[in-house]
Protein backbone atom coordinates (compact mmCIF):
# COMPACT_ATOMS: atom_id res chain seq x y z
CA UNK A 1 0.00 0.00 0.00
CA UNK A 2 1.45 3.62 -0.91
CA UNK A 3 2.44 5.91 2.02
CA UNK A 4 0.18 9.03 1.95
CA UNK A 5 2.47 12.05 1.62
CA UNK A 6 1.01 13.63 4.87
CA UNK A 7 2.46 10.59 6.56
CA UNK A 8 5.75 11.29 5.17
CA UNK A 9 6.02 14.86 5.79
CA UNK A 10 4.81 14.11 9.50
CA UNK A 11 7.56 11.90 9.80
CA UNK A 12 10.17 14.35 8.24
CA UNK A 13 10.46 14.48 4.10
CA UNK A 14 11.68 17.39 2.95
CA UNK A 15 9.55 18.98 -0.03
CA UNK A 16 12.00 17.29 -2.55
CA UNK A 17 11.44 13.90 -1.20
CA UNK A 18 7.54 14.53 -1.32
CA UNK A 19 7.83 15.90 -4.65
CA UNK A 20 9.33 12.69 -6.15
CA UNK A 21 7.11 10.86 -4.04
CA UNK A 22 3.99 12.73 -5.70
CA UNK A 23 5.06 12.13 -9.34
CA UNK A 24 5.65 8.59 -8.77
CA UNK A 25 2.16 8.31 -7.45
CA UNK A 26 1.20 9.58 -10.79
CA UNK A 27 3.51 7.57 -13.36
CA UNK A 28 1.86 4.57 -10.91
CA UNK A 29 -1.78 6.31 -11.87
CA UNK A 30 -1.08 6.88 -15.31
CA UNK A 31 0.53 3.04 -15.79
CA UNK A 32 -2.22 1.55 -14.26
CA UNK A 33 -5.65 3.64 -16.48
CA UNK A 34 -3.65 4.10 -19.48
CA UNK A 35 -4.27 0.76 -20.80
CA UNK A 36 -8.22 1.10 -20.11
CA UNK A 37 -8.33 5.05 -21.08
CA UNK A 38 -5.53 5.77 -22.37
CA UNK A 39 -2.21 8.10 -21.84
CA UNK A 40 -4.47 11.25 -23.46
CA UNK A 41 -7.66 10.41 -21.30
CA UNK A 42 -5.31 9.96 -17.93
CA UNK A 43 -3.43 13.67 -18.58
CA UNK A 44 -7.16 15.33 -19.65
CA UNK A 45 -8.03 14.22 -15.74
CA UNK A 46 -5.29 15.11 -14.59
CA UNK A 47 -5.21 18.28 -15.71
CA UNK A 48 -8.94 19.01 -15.06
CA UNK A 49 -7.77 17.78 -11.65
CA UNK A 50 -4.76 20.43 -11.15
CA UNK A 51 -7.34 23.16 -12.73
CA UNK A 52 -10.18 22.41 -10.00
CA UNK A 53 -7.25 22.12 -7.73
CA UNK A 54 -6.08 25.56 -7.80
CA UNK A 55 -9.14 26.87 -6.52
CA UNK A 56 -7.26 25.59 -2.70
CA UNK A 57 -4.00 25.79 -3.89
CA UNK A 58 -3.42 28.87 -6.58
CA UNK A 59 0.52 28.01 -7.13
CA UNK A 60 -0.40 24.60 -8.80
CA UNK A 61 -1.08 26.87 -11.96
CA UNK A 62 1.52 26.16 -14.23
CA UNK A 63 1.94 26.65 -18.33
CA UNK A 64 1.04 23.36 -19.86
CA UNK A 65 3.97 22.60 -22.62
CA UNK A 66 2.87 21.74 -26.28
CA UNK A 67 5.61 19.15 -26.15
CA UNK A 68 4.45 16.94 -23.60
CA UNK A 69 1.26 15.98 -24.71
CA UNK A 70 0.02 14.11 -21.06
CA UNK A 71 1.12 15.28 -18.18
CA UNK A 72 3.45 17.37 -17.44
CA UNK A 73 5.34 15.62 -14.23
CA UNK A 74 8.53 17.69 -14.32
CA UNK A 75 6.74 20.74 -13.70
CA UNK A 76 4.65 19.30 -11.41
CA UNK A 77 7.77 18.34 -9.43
CA UNK A 78 9.35 21.41 -9.55
CA UNK A 79 6.32 23.17 -8.25
CA UNK A 80 6.16 20.93 -5.05
CA UNK A 81 9.38 20.78 -4.39
CA UNK A 82 9.33 24.81 -4.23
CA UNK A 83 6.85 24.55 -1.46
CA UNK A 84 6.78 23.94 2.42
CA UNK A 85 6.30 20.32 3.23
CA UNK A 86 2.88 20.46 4.38
CA UNK A 87 1.85 22.36 1.62
CA UNK A 88 2.80 19.46 -0.52
CA UNK A 89 1.22 17.03 1.13
CA UNK A 90 -2.10 19.22 1.37
CA UNK A 91 -1.58 19.97 -1.93
CA UNK A 92 -0.78 16.40 -3.27
CA UNK A 93 -3.86 15.31 -1.63
CA UNK A 94 -6.21 17.62 -2.62
CA UNK A 95 -5.34 16.58 -6.27
CA UNK A 96 -5.49 12.73 -5.92
CA UNK A 97 -8.85 13.65 -4.10
CA UNK A 98 -9.75 15.73 -7.12
CA UNK A 99 -8.78 13.33 -9.64
CA UNK A 100 -10.20 10.04 -8.34
CA UNK A 101 -13.53 12.35 -7.87
CA UNK A 102 -13.22 13.11 -11.57
CA UNK A 103 -12.77 9.10 -12.19
CA UNK A 104 -15.89 8.12 -9.89
CA UNK A 105 -18.13 10.75 -11.49
CA UNK A 106 -17.20 9.02 -15.30
CA UNK A 107 -16.99 5.13 -14.08
CA UNK A 108 -18.34 4.62 -10.95
CA UNK A 109 -16.67 4.95 -7.48
CA UNK A 110 -16.51 1.14 -7.13
CA UNK A 111 -14.92 0.48 -10.52
CA UNK A 112 -12.73 3.67 -9.81
CA UNK A 113 -11.36 2.63 -6.52
CA UNK A 114 -10.92 -0.99 -8.25
CA UNK A 115 -8.92 0.25 -10.85
CA UNK A 116 -6.72 2.50 -8.78
CA UNK A 117 -6.38 -0.10 -5.96
CA UNK A 118 -3.72 0.32 -3.26
CA UNK A 119 -2.93 3.89 -5.11
CA UNK A 120 -5.99 5.26 -3.84
CA UNK A 121 -5.98 6.14 -0.04
CA UNK A 122 -9.98 7.64 0.99
CA UNK A 123 -9.84 10.91 3.47
CA UNK A 124 -10.46 10.09 6.78
CA UNK A 125 -14.14 10.57 5.74
CA UNK A 126 -14.59 8.11 3.04
CA UNK A 127 -15.03 10.69 0.58
CA UNK A 128 -13.36 13.32 -1.96
CA UNK A 129 -14.93 16.68 -0.36
CA UNK A 130 -14.20 17.89 -3.95
CA UNK A 131 -16.76 20.06 -6.39
CA UNK A 132 -15.76 18.80 -9.59
CA UNK A 133 -18.92 20.49 -10.80
CA UNK A 134 -16.96 23.59 -11.75
Do not use: C
Not at 10 to 17: F, K, T, V, Y
Not at 91 to 103: K, V
Not at 114 to 126: D, K, N, T, Y
Request: proline share 8%.
Amino acid sequence: MVVPLDIRSRDGANSARLADAAVSQWRAIDAALAPIIGNLGVAALYHRSLFLSKKAHPWLDHERSPDVPGMDLPALRALLAGRDPAEVSEASATLLRTFMGLLASLVGAPLAERLLGPLWIPSPAGTSGQDTSS
